[in-house]
């Protein structure tokens, strides 16, 4: 670490300390060459990858678009913010977890629909009518007798 008065590359670490959230490492210093005393911080960089929309183009991630379109499918939906919280949670981690420097928009988009068919099933239609553009009733009626399927091999013993 270089000293910041004087650029000498020698310091000490004379006293470590945990913040309070636990976040970060705070460390006073001294300089070997001039003794003046700061205040370095580690902290976690965690970076998201850079998302990669059908048409080719690239866009940084962004939490609230991802809260956007949850809360827009969960409009008047008997569904917690403690839930959504943690369904936004699950697929930062996927999406951090991937290793992956870049990752398809449409990979987003499963997990979105993933978990908007365990919080809320009318949800998941809403949200799957548009992500997979359903353009007749059609589509809307083998939605729904998925979603019917589902729950009667639930129930089965």
């Given at each position: ?88 949670h699950r ?66 013993p």
């Amino acid at each position: 670490m270089k000293c910041p008065f004087c650029q000498h590359d020698e310091t000490q670490v004379l006293d470590t300390r945990v913040s309070e959230e636990g976040d970060s490492i705070r460390r006073r210093r001294r300089c070997a060459s001039c003794e003046k005393r700061f205040t370095t911080y580690e902290r976690i960089e965690l970076t998201m990858p850079a998302i990669v929309k059908k048409n080719g183009s690239r866009t940084d991630f962004d939490s609230s678009k991802l809260r956007g379109s949850l809360m827009l499918a969960l409009r008047k939906r008997p569904v917690s913010a403690e839930a959504v919280d943690a369904a936004i949670h699950r697929i930062e981690e996927k999406i951090r977890s991937s290793g992956e420097r870049e990752i398809m928009s449409g990979h987003i988009g499963e997990l979105v629909m993933r978990e908007l068919r365990r919080l809320d099933k009318i949800a998941y239609i809403r949200f799957a009518s548009v992500y997979k553009s359903f353009e007749d009733v059609t589509e809307f009626q083998d939605a729904i007798a998925e979603i019917g399927q589902e729950r009667k091999s639930e129930k089965k013993p």
